[in-house]
């Protein structure tokens, strides 16, 4: 059962889709108005919002950003409704922080099949890797979503484990898993060790992890994590690897070829010179600055974003 509010004023519209959602085992509650819509949504707590977006009172573009600056809301998942079907009506809504839209006139069972995909979009935003039992990239989007409505002062640092490849390659499957537990410990101990208790972590796969932090942590963070990495990482690789500084990995030659032991690559992204709209937006600028921080030496590296504008 999934507790869903229906924000619409047709009247009639709105009867029929919770007598649909009723009859599909939902909890169902209607309000049609947007005046006092976000209130509403405070007391029954919905897992899902329906908003439609021209409403009388408050637009349904204004209750999404509501709930996505609330802190008990912001997790809720929200199908715009719109009677307009254009593509920037549309793009204007997931900018709020829509997680979908549905264009009236439609069919109950499109209504049912959208319900359906969100419910499994907030199932996978619980998912944990199997590994390090750190969420996804989808659930940290959530959270930086939920930041940048609220126009927090944040950063984000998107951080690659360099040379992670070629260990893997020497160590078989054993190896990797070793080696994304030990990623994960360093990260969680730092985040501990330093008192960065604002923060959010997560895997998006491989080498790959991004951090959600306060402005003011993200210096002391990148700073003593590089250090904690780059001093603790030699235990990963036998004493001679360790001493001369690199492991030899067979390339698709079948030749050897020597590699660094692995150090990390920070991009960091923050606020501090402009506003991010959205999470998407911020994770292309981090994407930039991952690619200009390179390792030196086998020690990690930190790259900082602080243009004003895109250019």
């Known amino acids: 059962m999934t507790k869903i509010l229906v ?31 976000f209130e509403y949504a405070k007391l029954v707590k919905p897992t899902i919002c329906l908003l439609d977006i021209m409403l009388p009172g408050v637009t349904g573009y204004q209750i999404c950003r509501k709930i996505r600056k609330d802190p008990e809301l912001y997790r809720s998942a929200v199908l715009m409704l719109t009677a307009l ?77 360099v040379g992670f490849e070629a260990y893997c390659k020497s160590r078989a499957q054993e190896g990797q898993v070793n080696a994304l537990k030990f990623l994960s410990g360093v990260l969680t101990n730092v985040i501990k060790s330093e008192g960065i208790y604002e923060s959010y972590i997560a895997h998006m796969g491989r080498q790959h992890f991004v951090v959600l932090v306060k402005l003011e942590d993200y210096e002391r963070f990148c700073k003593v994590l590089g250090e904690s990495f780059d ?27 020597r590699t660094p032991l692995m150090a990390l690559a920070m991009g960091v992204a923050h606020t501090k010179y402009r506003q991010f709209k959205s999470a998407k937006k911020m994770f292309e600028v981090l994407a930039q600055v991952r690619q200009k921080a390179q390792p030196v030496n086998g020690k990690s590296v930190v790259f900082v974003d602080r243009r004003h504008t895109d250019r």
């Open 85 to 161: 079907g254009e593509e920037p009506e549309i793009v204007h809504g997931m900018e709020q922080g829509a997680d979908d839209y549905l264009v009236k006139p439609f069919r109950l069972e499109r209504l049912m099949d959208k319900i359906a995909s969100l419910n499994a979009l907030l199932a996978m935003l619980e998912q944990r890797h199997r590994v390090t039992k750190l969420p996804g990239t989808d659930a940290f989007k959530r959270e930086l979503n939920h930041k940048l409505a609220r126009n927090a002062p944040i950063a984000c640092v998107y951080i690659d484990a």
């Open 231 to 257: 001093e603790q990482v030699k235990q990963l690789y036998t004493t001679q690897e360790a001493q001369q500084g690199y492991i030899s990995v067979p390339n698709r030659d079948g030749k050897d070829v």
């Open 7 to 37: 924000v619409d004023d047709d009247v009639d519209l709105a009867e029929l889709i919770k007598t649909k959602l009723t009859a599909e085992g939902h909890q169902t509650f209607v309000i049609n108005t947007g005046e006092g819509a």
